[in-house]
């Protein structure tokens, strides 16, 4: 099955079953917090992940037992085989926020029948091509557009967000800046 074709319901067939949602969030949640008491140390994660180059300029990423390419349209010398790095990016901060979305929505108490995350991002290719120095090479501006379904009021539903956006990780990348080192090797 291609990347393109899958759907919500290829992954789960449940999840849209509020009540193993729940129970699967507490219990993750409740793991976590007696993992984290009895070793705090357990709470720093280390993400490995690795790519090949292949095609024009494709990469195959591996991240454990998981594997996806990452390619450019045919306009930035791709083959258009699969999506652009910075698509997976806007990827990335949807995928994010709806784990940190459905998570908070539980610890607060907040129901959240269904969540849609649009995500847009504006790049200047002037900096990618440093054809401006004065343009960065990455986003200038990412909008995401939110959309929850569920009984509770817009102030519960603002309140969730305000929490989102405090603790997703993957906006956090976004919002400050990270250390990020660099080491070649020829081989």
Not at 43 to 51: F, I, M, P, Q, R
Request: hydrophobic letters at 40%; glycine letters at 8%; a negative charge.
């Amino acid at each position: 099955m291609s990347e393109s074709t899958l759907t919500e319901s290829t992954f789960i067939p449940s999840a849209d079953d509020a009540a193993l949602r729940s129970a699967r969030l507490g219990e993750a949640g409740q793991a976590w917090t007696q993992r984290i008491g009895a070793n705090p140390e357990s709470a720093k994660l280390t993400y490995k992940v690795a790519g090949v180059g292949v095609g024009s300029v494709a990469t195959r990423i591996s991240s454990g037992k998981h594997q996806f390419t990452v390619d450019e349209p045919a306009a930035l010398a791709g083959d258009d085989v699969a999506p652009s790095p910075v698509e997976y990016a806007l990827g990335a901060i949807i995928s994010c926020q709806v784990v940190v979305y459905r998570l908070y929505a539980e610890q607060l108490g907040i129901q959240v029948d269904d969540i849609t995350i649009n995500a847009e991002g504006d790049l200047d290719v002037r900096g990618l091509f440093g054809l401006d120095d004065t343009v960065r090479p990455g986003f200038s501006d990412i909008r995401l557009a939110v959309n929850i379904s569920g009984p509770e009021t817009q102030e519960r539903y603002d309140e969730l967000a305000r929490t989102v956006e405090a603790r997703c990780p993957v906006q956090d990348l976004f919002s400050n800046p990270t250390p990020f080192r660099t080491a070649i090797t020829k081989v």
